[in-house]
């Protein structure tokens, strides 16, 4: 099966896009109108009031389409980039719509996010880069956020029908905008420039310590992937969210490994193909099963990492470590760092 076609609707680390805009959509939106109307307040995060300091408008934001400029403080926001929701509860706001990320709910499941969202729920508006534009429009948001995200041009053409839309970074390839530059978009659109950057820079200070107290993972390799059927596994890119996260402890990719994924996000690849993965640090993604699986695969045992023990396996859930790996958000991040720095340490 060629790459980009298998379905993967139960898993979190794999981001294949699969675009449908429904044609029924356009005629819904052209009596719901745009986004500049009062639309109404969406309920604030925990802790914190629901919009921006009205001196911050209006706000420009540059993307992958152009730029959007925001009039005033957003109200009711939408997120359907699979992870943008953590950044926007972490700056106070709570999305009224968001995705699902392979069939699971984006609120009340993950340990770095669940206390935010609290029990208000956002409405659930499509799965991954699959937008259902009826239920956004008749949430009447006056934002909406597409950061890490696929979204084509013809979506971002219907979605902006129905509001201020701020699409995927400029200049980065689809996923693989930093965590950085998706949060600064993030905060920019919420006129919250200042929270942002206090955020971030706490994140900073978090990798600069383990790089301080690991400074022998400078420059060693790692490689990123995912079982996912027997002989089957994924490679994820050197800018993928999940090796961007290693790669801010010191670790950084060999040049065969860049080669191999080229632009694209992630990789499918043969066990005959394992040499790809080779490196000083090999980590897995996935469930017991699929551990089990590559574990058992004679041509992995022959593979070096393995045989020295310099690879490790990573569950999606209980604990949700890959999950919050996949994430990689202002959120998810020190969560993530608290869990895999230890077993880093414990590899030799």
Partial sequence: ????????????????????????????????????????KA????????????GAFPVTVEHKYGSTTIDAAPKKV???????????????????????????QPYGKW?????????????????????NMEKIAALKPDLIIAQYSGMKKEQYDTLSKIAKVVAQPKGSEDYQATWQVMTKQIGKALGKDAETDKLIAGID???????????????????????????KFSAFSPKDPKVIFLSEMG????????TALGKENV??????????????????LGTADTEAAMKADPLYQKTKVHQEKRDLFLPYETPDIGAALSFNTVLSIPYAIDQVVPKLEAIK
């Fill in 267 to 284: 990789a499918d690849l043969s066990s005959e193909r394992l040499d790809v993965m080779e490196a000083d640090r090999t980590v897995w």
């Fill in 43 to 54: 309920a604030p995060a925990k802790g914190g009031e629901s919009g921006a300091a009205a």
């Fill in 1 to 40: 099966m060629p790459f980009g076609t298998r379905p993967a609707p139960s898993r979190f680390g794999r981001l294949l896009p699969r675009v449908a805009v429904a044609a029924a959509a356009a005629l819904a939106l052209t009596a719901c109108g745009g986004g500049d109307s009062d639309t109404g």
């Fill in 205 to 231: 200070a978090r990798f600069k310590a383990v790089r301080d107290k690991h400074p022998e993972w400078k420059d060693k390799t790692v490689t990123v992937g995912e079982p996912y059927e027997p002989g």
């Fill in 111 to 131: 340990s770095w996010s669940k206390d935010l969202w609290g029990s208000t729920p956002p409405q659930v508006v499509g799965e991954r880069d699959e937008y």
């Fill in 78 to 104: 939408v997120t359907l980039g699979l992870s943008d929701q953590d950044a926007v509860l972490a700056l106070g706001i709570k999305p009224v719509g968001s995705v699902d990320w392979f069939k699971e």
């Fill in 251 to 258: 670790f950084t990719t060999s040049e065969a490994y860049r």
